[in-house]
Antibody
Framework: QVHLVQSGAEVKKPGASVKVSCKIS????????MHWVRQAPGKEPEWLGG????????IYAQKFQGRVTMTEDTSTDTAHMELSRLRSEDTAVYYC??????????????WGQGTLVTVSS | DIVMTQSPESLAVSLGERATINCKSS????????????LAWYQQKPGQPPKVLIYWASTRDSGVPDRFSGSGSGTDFTLTISSLQAEDVAVYYCQQYYSQYTFGQGTKLEIK
């Protein structure tokens, strides 16, 4: 069983950066393909990127290329997502998510509790 | 990007009645190598993350009641709740995982 616990809510000004953390328990981060999804108020979930086991690297949605960076700390089994050059449209709940099925591609079974990022001047 | 389009946007169904939600993808999500449809259905209740109900278009996830079923192939898919229960009130999303990941815009299911 995977348990994901995220860092707390953030309030940022336009143009700033935010870094959200996701502490993993039950598995080591190297055993999982960690992904990040966000959900703006009243909108559908939107995938930002994640680890692609087929290609052995982290891939990002084109929309966020150049603005998002996803990293993993294997010493603490923690995943991080940093989004830069924030604008008001980035206000959303950000989730870390993953699966444990033995599939290279799979829907997301396990989710963190979500981190609200508010971008406001 | 593969665009997922759901219908209807909202749906009101009486308790015990059938609810049907449709999802169409802008291109096929059927993988020729394994004949699997890379299509999942999620349920989301307020203040919670989405929960997987169905994957490979028709496989129920562990613990999901058998009143939930998925069907379809290629570009057209359906989620059916055979007998609506009060706890099924939620927003439902389809998602393709054939090429990266995209979600439909959601269907809000309410009790009539």
């Amino acid at each position: 069983q995977v348990h994901l616990v995220q860092s707390g809510a953030e309030v940022k000004k336009p143009g700033a950066s935010v870094k959200v953390s996701c502490k993993i328990s039950g598995y080591s981060v190297t055993e999982l393909s960690m992904h990040w999804v966000r959900q703006a108020p009243g909108k559908e979930p939107e995938w930002l990127g994640g680890y692609d086991a087929e290609y052995g690297k982290t891939i990002y949605a084109q929309k966020f290329q150049g603005r998002v960076t996803m990293t993993e700390d294997t010493s603490t089994d923690t995943a991080h997502m940093e989004l830069s050059r924030l604008r008001s449209e980035d206000t959303a709940v950000y989730y870390c998510t993953t699966w444990t099925r033995l599939e290279v591609q799979s829907p997301f079974d396990y989710w963190g509790q979500g981190t609200l990022v508010t971008v406001s001047s | 990007d593969i665009v997922m389009t759901q219908s209807p946007e909202s749906l009101a169904v009486s308790l015990g009645e059938r609810a049907t939600i449709n999802c169409k993808s802008s291109q096929s999500v059927l993988h020729s190598s394994n004949s699997k449809n890379y299509l999942a259905w999620y349920q989301q209740k307020p203040g919670q993350p989405p929960k997987v109900l169905i994957y490979w278009a028709s496989t129920r996830d562990s613990g999901v009641p058998d009143r939930f079923s998925g069907s379809g192939s290629g570009t057209d898919f359906t989620l059916t709740i055979s007998s609506l229960q009060a706890e099924d009130v939620a927003v439902y999303y389809c998602q393709q995982y054939y090429s990266q990941y995209t979600f439909g815009q959601g269907t809000k299911l309410e009790i009539k």
